[in-house]
């Protein structure tokens, strides 16, 4: 009977020893810290890198128009409208841009999908292709009634390049995470200064 | 007894670097079932599996203009518009050719332009056997990769293990602007191939 208690805690001391080594691991190669880091806040002037693109926010808008790059919005409706330089960085024409900016859900609902066209011709999210700087806009239809911001967040997501995916194993772009947050004005209009770097 | 521990020890270094040489020297996946190539030149008539295809004349220009609806419009680029014309055909049954790129002499791929989706005879093309038809092969390139480029053709975007026409469309002067030579400043697509 004592035996068997006895060897019982002896189990029970090493199991502990051993998870209490594992969480100390786990503590070490930064298992807890990371959760907890807040995101960089980016400079909305500098060109922000996220693996595929290249991104120079240039300005930020409300519209009431009818339509904002041929895109019809709704009647009675407001838009905010982001134009910002595009780069693609890769080797290959594109058009995986339409999750690298996420409009802050305290402006936006986070159900609205923007509209991505392209400015020089309002062609609706065409591939960009390598090495050459277009304009873009994302236009995202503010909530009914909403008033327009002053100034408003975007979260800036990144991927990681693979040369080969586990699955298929070709090269891809892969594990969104963000990146950082930037705070951008709002102008009054199409007509506003782009941002100065 | 020793000797024996030691030998074993060489023969294990031995298997792991033959394994290691095998690993890094071997083609990998993605590569086995990639698109199997099939090569030519400006002016060949390139045959794959399922198409034949023969690219006639490489034009460049600043502009483009184009008939959308009955009105002109104009697309300008910020690299410059490469036009390919080429001439496709089925070779034993209908098929259709949904995908062209132009790779540049760094490896840059550029698909074809998704501008003009609204134009006629633009890829995708439908090919019956016999019967030849013509089509414009439109990019947007950086003016540094138009010279020594590939014109890559295939039937379907993922063209695992079926043919892939490579055609070189050889070298491409330079203009002062640094343009390629001979770019004109519009090129109407509205023209009769």
């Given at each position: 009977?004592?035996?068997?208690?006895?060897?019982?805690?002896?189990?029970?001391?090493?199991a502990?020893?051993?998870?209490?080594?594992?969480?100390?691991?786990?503590?070490?190669?930064?298992?807890?810290?990371?959760?907890?880091?807040?995101?960089?806040?980016?400079?909305?002037?500098s060109?922000?890198?996220?693996?595929e693109?290249?991104?120079?926010?240039?300005?930020?808008?409300?519209?009431?128009?009818?339509?904002?790059?041929?895109?019809?919005?709704?009647?009675?409706?407001?838009?905010?409208?982001?134009?910002?330089?595009?780069?693609?960085?890769?080797?290959?024409?594109?058009?995986?841009?339409?999750?690298?900016?996420?409009?802050s859900?305290?402006?936006?609902?986070?159900?609205?999908?923007?509209?991505?066209?392209?400015?020089?011709?309002?062609?609706?999210?065409?591939?960009?292709?390598?090495?050459?700087?277009?304009?873009?806009?994302?236009?995202?239809?503010?909530?009914?009634?909403?008033a327009a911001?002053a100034?408003?967040?975007?979260?800036?997501?990144?991927?990681?390049?693979?040369?080969?995916?586990?699955?298929?194993?070709?090269?891809?772009?892969?594990?969104?995470?963000?990146?950082g947050?930037?705070?951008?004005?709002?102008?009054?209009?199409?007509?506003?200064?782009?941002?100065?770097? | 007894?020793?000797?024996?521990?030691?030998?074993?020890?060489?023969?294990?270094?031995?298997?792991?670097?033959?394994?290691?040489?095998?690993?890094?020297?071997?083609?990998?996946?993605?590569?086995?079932?990639?698109?199997?190539?099939?090569?030519?030149?400006?002016?060949?008539?390139?045959?794959?599996?399922?198409?034949?295809?023969?690219?006639?004349?490489?034009?460049?220009?600043?502009?483009?203009?184009?008939?959308?609806?009955?009105?002109q419009?104009?697309?300008?680029?910020?690299?410059?518009?490469?036009?390919?014309?080429?001439?496709?055909?089925?070779?034993?049954?209908?098929?259709?050719?949904?995908?062209?790129?132009?790779?540049?002499?760094?490896?840059?791929?550029?698909?074809?332009?998704?501008?003009?989706?609204?134009?006629?005879?633009?890829?995708?093309?439908?090919?019956?056997?016999?019967?030849?038809?013509?089509?414009?092969?439109?990019f947007?390139?950086?003016?540094?990769?138009?010279?020594?480029?590939t014109?890559?053709?295939?039937?379907?975007?993922?063209?695992?293990?079926?043919?892939q026409?490579?055609?070189?469309?050889?070298?491409?002067?330079?203009?002062?602007?640094?343009?390629?030579?001979g770019?004109?400043?519009m090129?109407?697509?509205?023209?009769?191939?």
């Amino acid at each position: 009977m004592l035996e068997s208690a006895r060897s019982r805690l002896k189990a029970w001391t090493v199991a502990g020893i051993g998870t209490a080594a594992a969480i100390a691991v786990a503590g070490v190669l930064g298992a807890f810290g990371a959760r907890h880091e807040p995101l960089p806040v980016l400079a909305p002037a500098s060109p922000i890198d996220t693996g595929e693109w290249l991104l120079r926010p240039l300005k930020a808008y409300v519209t009431v128009e009818k339509y904002a790059y041929g895109t019809l919005l709704k009647p009675g409706g407001k838009a905010l409208v982001l134009e910002v330089e595009m780069t693609n960085r890769t080797a290959k024409s594109t058009k995986d841009y339409f999750d690298v900016l996420q409009a802050s859900p305290a402006t936006v609902d986070p159900a609205t999908k923007p509209f991505i066209v392209l400015t020089r011709d309002s062609t609706m999210s065409p591939e960009l292709h390598p090495g050459m700087p277009e304009r873009m806009a994302y236009i995202w239809q503010l909530p009914d009634g909403a008033a327009a911001p002053a100034s408003f967040n975007l979260t800036v997501i990144r991927k990681t390049y693979k040369p080969r995916d586990n699955l298929y194993g070709l090269p891809g772009w892969f594990n969104p995470t963000p990146a950082g947050t930037l705070t951008i004005p709002v102008g009054a209009g199409p007509d506003s200064p782009d941002i100065q770097p | 007894m020793n000797m024996r521990k030691s030998a074993n020890l060489v023969l294990l270094l031995v298997a792991a670097v033959f394994c290691y040489g095998l690993q890094i020297s071997k083609p990998h996946y993605g590569e086995l079932i990639g698109p199997i190539p099939a090569r030519g030149k400006l002016g060949d008539t390139v045959v794959g599996r399922a198409f034949e295809v023969h690219a006639e004349k490489v034009e460049f220009a600043r502009k483009l203009t184009v008939d959308q609806f009955g009105q002109q419009r104009v697309l300008t680029t910020g690299g410059v518009w490469a036009v390919v014309t080429v001439e496709i055909a089925a070779r034993s049954e209908s098929t259709t050719i949904g995908v062209a790129s132009w790779r540049g002499p760094t490896g840059l791929t550029y698909d074809q332009t998704e501008r003009l989706s609204f134009m006629n005879g633009l890829l995708p093309v439908a090919i019956d056997p016999g019967l030849p038809r013509k089509a414009r092969l439109i990019f947007e390139v950086r003016p540094d990769e138009a010279s020594d480029a590939t014109l890559l053709v295939s039937e379907k975007l993922v063209a695992a293990l079926d043919s892939q026409a490579e055609i070189a469309l050889g070298p491409v002067a330079v203009a002062a602007d640094g343009l390629p030579a001979g770019t004109v400043d519009m090129l109407d697509m509205a023209q009769p191939l």
